[in-house]
């Protein structure tokens, strides 16, 4: 029997594991079973009812401002005993958090084999986005199998060395799961968009907009939402670096809904819905193109290349002319917006949770304890 123990910690990570972990509950001679160490436990949550997931162990590690140092220490010490039990013969892990890291770090100290899907991505920044950037690297250095959604990631792996047996493209689970969530019958959405408006959903969180590079996010906002033909539609990050400066900058707005967090089946069916997303997101880059929804990308650098390369997204930085100009673009010029919205997805046909159950199987080899 092949023993598979799956760890999440936050949204993103159950997003692109839940079609993983139907996979494995589906394939004869596996036994699998699912932790979370609740990095981000509310966020998470949300993502386990929609795919109907049900936790084996949870850490449940998240408290109230504790640093990555934190994170890290607590998630090492309350895995131990979880992998002593159940003795898998593969910790399965996806990206770049410090769920993800601490993980995979007590997994290679307990001599169990690691598999890091969505592996290789790089920006070549340590500092952006930050830890990402190095936990990521130091994880697929650390697996025993690398996922790597596309040709360029798996490019990124072989240049540091990595050996070719253990690089495998499969695509990004990401497609299977918003796949299987948009074919669901319409779900309502969180606002009312006035009629004739056209819908721009963003999301701003990530650690290193924070301070001025979100300020002027802000800003682009408020511009875009004096068009006569825009209706905004953001919902704010509960850490309180981006709600607290959003609410009180466009909280009382005319053209902007401002929204809690939304759980991943309400936020797939605005996405379907919207005319164009804003965002600094990793996992959006991926996900808009499979909706056919034009993507600007508020960062200075991707890890994901290839969607500007395939012409599905574009990366536009945080200042505050760029984002209005690019955005105006593409809501005043069908052309450049049909080249947007029907160029290709880069990141897979769906088949990612299927072939990574494959390798699994095809891998494993009575571990060494």
């Known amino acids: 029997m092949l023993k598979v123990l799956t760890v999440m910690g936050t949204r993103p990570e159950a997003v692109k594991m839940a079609p993983i972990v139907s996979r494995l509950a589906q394939t004869p001679g ?11 436990r509310e966020m998470l949550d ?3 009812d929609v795919f109907e997931l049900t936790p084996d162990y949870d850490l449940d590690v998240m408290r109230a401002n ?28 996806q ?27 790089r920006t070549y920044d340590r500092q952006n986005p930050f830890p990402e950037e190095m936990n990521r690297v130091l994880v697929d250095h650390i697996s025993d199998l690398c996922f790597a959604p596309t040709e360029t990631a798996a490019a990124a792996l072989r240049r540091e060395g990595i050996a070719e047996e253990k690089i495998h493209i499969t695509g990004n689970p990401v497609i299977d799961a ?11 959405l969180p606002v009312t968009i006035p009629e004739g408006k056209r819908l721009i959903v963003v999301t701003a969180h990530r650690r290193e907009n924070h301070g001025r590079p979100l300020r002027q996010i802000i800003e682009a906002l408020r511009q875009l939402a004096l068009r006569p033909d825009v209706h905004i539609v953001y919902p704010v990050h509960y850490n309180p670096n981006v709600l607290q ?6 909280g009382n707005t005319p053209g ?15 996405m379907k819905r919207a005319d164009i997303i804003l965002t600094d997101s990793g996992g959006l880059q991926e996900e808009a193109p499979s909706l056919g929804v034009p993507i600007l990308v508020m960062r200075e650098l991707t890890e994901r290349p290839e969607a500007i390369e395939a012409g599905v997204a574009r990366l536009v930085g945080t200042d505050t002319a760029t984002i209005v100009a690019e955005a105006a673009r593409l809501l005043d010029d069908e052309t450049a917006y049909n080249a947007m919205a029907h160029a290709v997805n880069p990141f897979g046909d769906g088949s990612a949770a299927l072939q990574i159950v494959d390798l699994l199987l095809r891998h494993t080899l009575v571990p060494a304890f």
């Open 46 to 48: 949300q993502v386990l």
């Open 245 to 250: 400066p959003v609410t009180e900058a466009l």
């Open 30 to 40: 596996i036994e699998s079973r699912l932790l979370v160490t609740a990095q981000h």
């Open 178 to 188: 918003i796949r299987r969530i948009s074919a669901r019958s319409d779900h309502p």
């Open 66 to 93: 504790q640093t990555l140092g934190d994170v890290m220490a607590h998630i090492l010490v309350r895995i131990q005993p979880v992998l002593r039990e159940f003795r898998p013969n593969w910790v399965l892990v």
């Open 256 to 270: 902007i809904s401002l929204t809690e967090p939304l759980d991943y089946l309400t936020f797939v069916h605005l």
């Open 95 to 121: 990206g770049d958090t410090t769920t993800v890291l601490a993980a995979a770090t007590a997994a290679a100290f307990e001599n169990i084999r690691v598999g890091h899907v969505e592996a290789g991505l």
